[in-house]
């Protein structure tokens, strides 16, 4: 970025090991390094730009361009709870198709976005928003699950169901509630 000083630390993997290399910040001059015995380097304190990274031992070796990794999670979920908000009548039209809306709770430590995945297991719908966390508890963003209509009052009671997991991001190793499954209560003749 032009105009600022932050600056960086641009985390080199998967090279041979000892390979010489050249780094080039985009718009600036190139400088050469050597990645370790395990083919990574960690070039500290560099300024905040797009950089490529290119094998020094041969003219047509690859071109490594490099991308902003996310900032580290500082988050730690350790549970994850479900509940059913709507529809909020005791009972519903079963004949017509029904929304039904979940709503979680996420409980942990520490503070930032984190990626959630809501999943219904019997409808096959999901959806995957990032939400920010705020320990020790945060709700997260609702998920609605259509209910199917029945054709015939003898059939049995509509019914859905909703999971809600946090896969592993950073260091934490992720969690899921159980399946949280909510049973229509159908007005008389429908």
């Known amino acids: 970025m032009s105009g600022t000083s932050s600056r960086v630390n641009v985390v ?52 490594v361009a490099c991308t902003d990794a996310p900032a580290p999670v500082s988050v730690n979920i350790s549970d994850a709870d479900v509940a059913a908000t709507k529809p909020d009548t005791p009972t519903v039209k079963c004949n017509q198709m029904t929304p039904v809306t979940f709503e979680g709770t996420l409980t942990g430590t520490g503070t930032g976005d984190i990626r959630i995945v809501w999943v219904s297991p019997d409808t096959k719908k999901q959806s995957e928003p990032t939400m ?59």
């Open 132 to 190: 920010k966390f705020t320990g020790p508890s945060s709700k997260t963003p609702a998920f609605v699950v259509n209910a199917p209509a029945r054709s015939t009052p003898a059939e049995p009671r509509p019914s859905v169901q909703a999971q809600l997991k946090v896969p592993r991001q950073g260091s934490e190793t992720g969690v899921s509630s159980a399946v949280f499954t909510v049973t229509l209560n159908c007005e008389n003749g429908t």
């Open 12 to 63: 080199i993997t998967g090279f041979p090991a000892k390979q010489k290399i050249t780094i080039n910040r985009v718009g600036s001059r190139s400088s050469n390094a050597q990645v370790d015995a395990q083919g990574s380097l960690t070039a500290k304190n560099l300024r905040d730009g797009t950089y490529n990274i290119k094998s020094r031992n041969s003219n047509h070796g690859p071109n």
